[in-house]
């Protein structure tokens, strides 16, 4: 190596440390190393995750229900750029992905790229852009007559979304977006299910009590944050709402363990949630409201 | 020369270190490195998580499991974490607990013709108030299934569970630690990774003979 080239190289390595040893006092290089370091080791603490399924399992299960599918329950795509505020645009978002995952999962592969659409543009002033790959669309376009495709690219545009908000820590947004999302699955739901004839769906729909339950958990985490405040003040009442729910034991404890005869793991036991008509009617009333007050155009 | 190059890599790597600290190169990872099961029935469920872990550490995760739903969860981990995190399971519920409270009240002491004594007696009032506290009954322990990465079971009644991820300590024992502070960290860098937890779901498959057959 030529003397050049060393001082070029040395010039590089020194670069950076300068860098470092101008922002601090007195302190030599061996105390900004520890630090640094320090501030790596500190970030890492035990932590509590509370998750909120996403729209396809609903959606997939009250399909296989046997639940018909209503146009009619959609927030319309052509409200889309009346959403101008911020905290709006991202429940939203939340609303449309949650609307596009309905779509896909009842094979409206139209209303599915009216949907995605509106989905990308609203992403786009909240700034998830980069969270759509270009090619997304196109696939959703190119797998118009595969069902399964179409929800496994719509899950993805969809996790992408959370993996964004994630890697960005904007825990605050992604709140926003998973609550709406949960919402307008539990609005489609309470207005497409029939009490006393949709069993099925109306008992998922009573077990929204536990998914409310991390919901509003995962909020308090953002509470700092005004718009999530507001948005964990109409969770709160429409908990207040779910706690009218009984739990009734089922006769024997929870369990995880193997049944006899049977490779598989069952959990079972424990309580079970119930509902009645009135309780019903209440839960529909109350989630009406508030998604009817956050998809209104002003 | 190689001495330059050492330098200027432990230079990087202290000016790369922070940004990992986010957790940020971690989301995915579950994606990545965890084993998908074999069954094409299974679709990959939105409440799988990934996340920077030290040794030593122990995190939960919280998770709506739904009745006549069959899930996989698996759980993949950087190698330099070692091989026997532990995945324990519970259940949590709220559940109504009745609490007698004791309120201790300073009162003026009366005589017998109902005039004021002049002196104070302390008087204590009991109230059952009604609280609502989170129990939580652990249903499985990995460390009692040799350490198992994978766990699949059905679910006959929805349940909001919590999944807690150990990862033991340089001792091995799996017990969280406070983090220590102080100088030269630089070695616990190589004590941290990423750990995933995939989570599948699928409809419980009927089995048995359906239908109206003759």
Request: net charge negative; aromatic share 8%; hydrophobic share 35%.
């Amino acid at each position: 190596m030529n003397k050049k080239s060393k001082l070029a190289l040395a010039a590089l390595v020194a670069l950076p440390l300068i860098f470092l040893t101008s922002c601090g006092n007195d302190e030599d290089a061996d105390d900004i190393n520890s630090d640094l370091v320090e501030e790596v080791i500190s970030n890492v603490k035990n932590e509590s995750y509370y998750q909120i399924p996403s729209p396809d399992e609903m959606f997939g299960f009250i399909k296989e229900s046997g639940l018909k599918y209503n146009k009619s329950m959609l927030n319309p795509v052509q409200n889309v750029s009346s959403y101008s505020e911020p905290k709006q645009q991202s429940l939203n978002f939340g609303i449309y992905s949650a609307d596009l995952a309905y779509t896909a999962a009842f094979e409206e592969y139209q209303e599915s790229i009216k949907y995605f659409g509106s989905i990308q543009k609203l992403g786009d002033q909240i700034g998830l852009s980069s969270a759509f790959d270009k090619s997304l669309i196109e696939r959703v376009q190119t797998n118009l007559n595969n069902s399964d495709s179409l929800i496994a690219i719509t899950n993805k545009s969809y996790f992408s979304v959370v993996d964004y908000l994630e890697q960005n820590e904007q825990g605050d947004k992604l709140g926003l977006v998973a609550s709406a999302g949960w919402l307008e699955t539990v609005y489609i739901v309470c207005n497409t299910a029939k009490y006393g004839k949709d069993n099925a769906a109306i008992d998922r729909l009573a077990d929204q009590k536990l998914t409310l339950d991390n919901l509003l958990a995962y909020l308090e985490k953002y509470q700092d944050k005004p718009d999530v405040k507001e948005a964990l003040g109409w969770f709160q009442d429409l908990a207040t709402v779910f706690a009218s729910l009984e739990q009734k034991s089922t006769g024997s404890g929870i369990t995880l363990k193997k049944k006899e005869g049977s490779k598989k793991m069952v959990l079972g036991g424990g309580d079970n949630i119930t509902i009645t008509e009135a309780q019903f009617n209440a839960i529909k009333n109350k989630v009406s409201e508030i998604r009817n007050n956050i998809v209104k155009v002003q | 020369m190689k001495s330059y190059i050492k330098i200027f890599l432990v230079v990087m790597s202290i000016l790369i270190l922070p940004n990992l600290s986010n957790a940020q190169y971690c989301n995915n990872f579950h994606a990545s490195f965890c084993n998908p099961s074999e069954n094409e029935l299974y679709k990959i469920n939105g409440q799988s998580k990934s996340a920077l872990f030290s040794k030593g550490q122990t995190s939960e995760l919280s998770v709506i499991v739904y009745k006549g739903q069959d899930y996989r969860i698996s759980l993949c981990m950087d190698e330099n974490l070692g091989s026997q995190a532990s995945l324990k399971v519970y259940e949590t519920k709220k559940v109504k607990v009745e609490k007698v409270v004791e309120n201790k009240t300073m009162e003026d002491v009366i005589d017998a013709d109902g005039n004021p004594t002049g002196e104070q007696k302390e008087v204590i009032t009991k109230e059952t108030k009604v609280t609502e506290e989170i129990k939580k009954e652990l249903l499985y322990d990995g460390s009692a299934d040799n350490f198992a990465t994978e766990l699949e079971f059905s679910v006959e009644t929805t349940r909001r569970l919590i999944l807690e991820i150990s990862i033991p300590d340089a001792g091995g024992a799996g017990k969280s630690k406070g983090i220590a502070t102080g100088k030269g960290k630089m070695v616990k860098s190589s004590e941290m990774g990423c750990v995933g937890i995939l989570i599948e779901h699928m409809t419980t498959p009927k089995t048995g003979f359906y239908g109206t057959g003759f």
